[in-house]
């Protein structure tokens, strides 16, 4: 489904566009719930684009701005950037937002392409003075010297002002390309990786009885082998010492319908007192480290060894496997057996969870949890709801009916969108309701910036948890409701590689 864009938008934005136009901003917004219109354009920069915003309405605007870049002498490096305003008040009602967020991709298409986004719920925060500080954050012209105080206002800022987001592309599971994610000049190499290879061949061959194998970094940018042995996760957890990342392959075993079946699951220790420079870098690495480890079921993120035992671990292969139900109506939807669950979702840490994500507001908190909470209700139509993540802060985006397609549709091109689907699985000639959890992370955002979702990861996770399955794409068209499908129910139905 997509909306109807009247022919005067497209030349409004041509209009700001032309360096011989005087028409440096214009505005568009719904006429009905389907179609947009433009609301108007003109020369007076900000404060005229500000004058016409709707106060009880989604509006879409270009703003254009030039200034001198620097000049030696009489010689002046003049440039221009082009703004897109997305202004979308918390006085509109959840169901209308939910709504016209299944059309906020095609919305950002048409307005493409442009250097910076600003994301704001009140006229306010629209100003000559926000829109300089965040030209100066994206041009790197900006003093990076703060104060505490101004440091408070930088975070103040970011609540309205979407620059490009900041997060590394790591895969938490095995199911994507393996040079998925890996940023511009990451580099890793291993002492020994024959010996690596070998040792996780071990632990998957069923002749051996090694069931886990061991690596960590010897300094910043070298992995290697440290042990293997057949006693299982606390022997292994033995291996973790402060100070030092690595990952380890464990296999366990889990009975279903009176036959066993071999699983294989990763863990990442990452203690805390790692320098946080260390630890970004490191993130960098995983596209490059986690092949080494893989296929596995899921991953569990460690800081401190008492965060998973065997029995956290068994409990969430089990859930991931198809034997326990996650459909919940919305009076059991509480926070406090939401928390429960999200202790144990796949790549997360129990200090993960703890982690507090940034939101843009409270009321953006709670849009996002009632779609969420309308998705797992078996009596309301909703089968999809979608956030996103701007780099400094999580916000709603949409929600409603439409499976799939309506949810790639809500998908940011150019931030970090994160989703959950609904859909059905025939098991034994039983229906039975699925969930799986959608991350999307364009190319478009430019790989320096990479990095603030690292420690978040888990945090939004939870927002999102529990689910079945989860698939990862820089490429909307990899989501379709077949891969979908497959993803929660590949545990279940496929045999573990030997």
Known sequence: MSATISPDVGEAIAAVRDDSSEVDWCLASYEDTTSIGLIGQGSGGVEELVANLRENDVCYGLLRRSFMWESAGAVQANTTKFIFVYFRPDTIPLKRKMKMGIFEGQLKSLFSPYHVDMDIADPAQLSEGAVAEVLDTVTMRGSKVTTAAATGAQLSMGASSRAAPTAPKFLPTGTAADTHGVAKGAQVSFSDEA???????????????????????????????????????????????????????????????????????????????????????????????????????????????????????????????????????????????????????????????????????????????????????????????????????????????????????????????????????????????????????????PPQLRGRLGILQGAVAAVFAPYHGDIESADTSDFTPDAALGAVSKARRASVLP
């Open 195 to 445: 010996a690596i290879r070998s040792a996780m061949a071990d632990v998957r061959h069923d002749g051996s009885a090694t069931t886990w194998a061991y690596m960590a970094y010897h300094d910043k940018a070298t992995v290697g082998l440290v042990a293997s042995g057949e006693g299982g996760l606390d022997e292994a957890k033995a291996c973790f010492q402060q100070g030092q990342w690595g990952y380890a392959l464990l296999r366990v075993e889990e009975a279903y319908d009176m036959s066993t079946a071999v699983r294989f699951v990763m863990l990442a220790w990452q203690p805390e007192d790692v320098a946080p420079m260390t630890r970004a870098a490191m993130l960098t690495h995983r596209a490059a480290v986690l092949p080494l480890l893989r296929p596995y079921l899921t991953d569990f993120t460690f800081s401190s060894p008492d965060d998973y035992d065997i029995a956290s671990i068994m409990a969430t292969v089990g859930g991931l496997t198809g034997t326990r139900s996650h459909v919940t109506s919305r009076r059991v939807e509480t926070k406090e057996e939401a928390k429960v669950e999200r202790q144990y979702v796949p790549g997360m840490s129990s200090s993960a969870v703890q982690q507090e994500l940034p939101w843009v507001s409270p009321a953006a908190e709670e849009e996002m949890k009632a779609a969420i909470a309308a998705v797992r209700n078996d009596s309301e139509p909703a089968d999809f709801a979608v956030g996103r993540f701007d780099g400094t802060k999580f916000t709603f985006t949409a929600g409603g009916e439409g499976g799939m397609d309506a949810l790639v549709n809500a998908l940011s091109p150019d931030t970090f969108s994160y989703g959950l689907l609904r859909l059905t699985e025939v098991i034994d000639r039983s229906v039975t309701t699925k969930f799986c959890y959608v991350k999307y992370f364009p190319e478009a955002v």
